[in-house]
């Protein structure tokens, strides 16, 4: 089993309850056990301001399935909750599902770059992911109570508390 670390965004039709369809989806995935969601958190859109503030959350998920393969499962998922690719970049969307992190793996394929690149500057990654996992080291960047220093929350608010309650028997796996 791998412990992969997914972002979770949306800032149209319902934020939250797409957020909360999208965890659902993640807890049917084949070959995987949801291990954890963080709380929803409000944040103010990174790229264009003139789009809805975003909700924004981390999901951990153990998985057997390969990194692309993965990937194929997320975006059908995104496609099923009305996602549709527009020409703008850092426009508004339904739903995003980014692989964060793939276990202690560095990915660099025509489809994926794990760690996320954006990772390290994204408050609204950065915060949720530190909820989960406080002493995660990031492949390639270090510690990420470390990297969370450099990184303002600049606004960000917690929406909803997490749903680790229910999903805590994974949580006290080690990380590596
Ligand atoms: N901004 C925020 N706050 N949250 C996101 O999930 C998000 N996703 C994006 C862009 C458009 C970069 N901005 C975002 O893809």
Not at 147 to 166: D, H, Y
Request: glycine share 8%.
């Amino acid at each position: 089993m791998i412990r992969v670390y997914i972002g979770l965004g949306a800032n149209l039709a319902e934020p939250i309850l797409q957020l909360q369809h999208a965890v659902t989806a993640l807890a049917q995935l084949a070959d995987s056990r949801l291990v954890a969601v963080s709380s929803f958190y409000g944040s103010k859109p990174m790229g264009p301001q003139d789009q809805p503030d975003y909700v924004n959350a981390v999901a951990a998920l153990d998985t057997t399935l390969a990194a692309e393969t993965l990937l194929d499962a997320l975006q059908r998922i995104e496609l099923e909750q009305g996602r549709q690719r527009k020409d703008e970049r850092w426009g508004p969307r339904t739903l995003d599902l980014d692989i964060l992190l793939y276990g202690d793996e560095i990915l660099a394929t025509s489809r994926l770059t794990v760690p996320h690149y954006g990772l390290h500057q994204r408050e609204f990654v950065i915060y949720p992911l530190l909820e989960l996992a406080p002493l995660l080291l990031i492949p390639g960047l270090g510690a990420l109570a470390e990297i969370a220093l450099q990184v303002p929350r600049n606004g960000l608010t917690i929406l909803t508390s997490g749903l680790t309650s229910g999903l805590t028997s994974g949580l006290a796996a080690p990380q590596h």
